[in-house]
């Protein structure tokens, strides 16, 4: 059974910072793509950052500049450094992993529970 945990969420006043984690567990044979996701009330999920096994990453224009997506192969992790936070940033943040157990097996999309990161004004 694989799973993917996040932490660091919380509360933050609007310019601050936070670091989320997400750490995976489990039988797992190989990562292809890590990334963060969030969804807003009333909103659908949206893309964050995502970054390949070669660390090639990609981001939402609307956190281009302020965010850093990094992860650590060998701990099969990854992490969401957030600066200069603004309110609508409030939402929460979902862990993603494209992965597979075995060699044999095809890749398939993992999610964390997500964690709720707050913005104040």
């Known amino acids: 059974q694989v799973q993917l945990v996040e932490s660091g969420g919380g509360l933050v006043q609007a310019g601050g910072s936070l670091r989320l984690s997400c750490t995976s567990s489990?039988?797992?044979?190989?990562?292809?793509?890590m990334g963060w996701y969030r969804q807003a009330p009333g909103k659908q999920r949206e893309l964050v950052a995502t970054?390949?096994?070669?660390?090639?990453?990609n981001y939402a224009d609307s956190v281009k500049g302020r965010f850093t997506i990094s992860r650590d192969n060998a701990k099969n992790a990854v992490y969401l450094q957030m600066n200069s936070l603004k309110p609508e940033d409030s939402a929460v943040y979902y862990c993603?992993?494209?992965?597979?157990?075995?060699?044999?097996?095809?890749?398939?999309?993992?999610w964390g529970q997500g964690t709720q990161v707050t913005v104040s004004s």
């Open positions: 993603h992993a494209n992965l597979r157990r075995i060699a044999i097996e095809r890749f398939v999309d993992y």
């Open positions: 489990g039988i797992i044979f190989d990562i292809n793509t």
């Open positions: 970054v390949t096994r070669a660390s090639s990453t």
